[in-house]
């Protein structure tokens, strides 16, 4: 089936710290979405992305749709213990009439004090 | 609280048993999907419901897998005669469609444990 390659798979930071991780596809998305999930809870939505070229903000969390509708990227800003977490990308193939995501492996962050 | 909610939030039975899921919906989205996680690996897809029909399946969801959405607000998702592959944690998420844009927001999950 369809997959979203993210990387890294994990990643070991220090405090104060900025982090970059990003997926890619082999298919055109016309949606990109940025998860944040927390052990035994649901996937909480940071930042969602429409146009490509599109870079939006949300306080420390910054992400981009790719030009080419391909990939995405997500920067965290000055990391903070709390921002641990798996982080996942998540993306709606185009052209589709369909709303299911199709998920990234997901991003393991660890942020040492 | 006006998010996803889902019951129970942990289940454990056994192999061969029925089990059903609920999930409520944000109050005013028309569109609901449930999706299924093992550890350590991102959500999939299974179904989804605009309002009451249920518009996509996917192959993941074997004959032993049923959703409904009987009025278009909550939905059920049953398993019957649970294997230990089922084990998983099941998410609900819900949308309201508008235009091109749709984002999903998910709720806290059943986690599914078959013995």
């Known amino acids: 089936g369809q997959q979203l390659n993210q990387s890294p798979q994990s990643m070991f930071i220090q405090e104060g710290e900025d982090v970059s991780m990003n997926c890619t596809s082999s298919s055109i998305f016309n949606t990109w979405l940025w998860y944040k999930q927390d052990p035994g809870e649901g996937p909480v939505l940071l930042i969602a992305?429409?146009?490509?070229?599109e870079l939006t903000s949300n306080g420390r969390l910054t992400a981009q749709f790719g030009i080419t509708r391909k990939d995405s990227f997500l920067n965290i800003s000055a990391s903070i213990p709390s921002d641990v977490g798996i982080y996942f990308c998540?993306?709606?193939?185009?052209?589709?009439?369909?709303?299911?995501?199709?998920f990234g492996q997901g991003t393991t962050l660890q942020v040492k004090p | 609280d006006t998010g996803v909610s889902q019951n129970p939030r942990h289940k454990i039975t056994k192999r061969g048993q029925n089990v059903t899921f609920r999930c409520d919906p944000i109050s005013e989205h028309n569109r609901l999907y449930w999706y299924r996680q093992t550890l350590g690996q991102g959500p999939e897809f299974l179904t989804y419901?605009?309002?009451?029909?249920?518009?996509?399946k996917s192959r993941l969801l074997s004959d032993r897998f049923s959703a409904e959405r009987p009025k278009g607000s909550f939905s059920t998702l049953e398993i019957q005669r649970t294997e230990q592959g089922d084990s998983a944690m099941y998410l609900c998420?819900?949308?309201?469609?508008?235009?091109?844009?749709?984002?999903?927001?998910f709720g806290p999950g059943t986690r599914l444990l078959v013995l």
């Open positions: 998420a819900s949308s309201l469609r508008q235009g091109a844009q749709e984002t999903q927001y």
């Open positions: 998540a993306g709606r193939i185009s052209p589709s009439n369909t709303g299911k995501l199709i």
């Open positions: 992305l429409y146009k490509a070229g």
């Open positions: 419901f605009q309002n009451e029909a249920q518009l996509e």
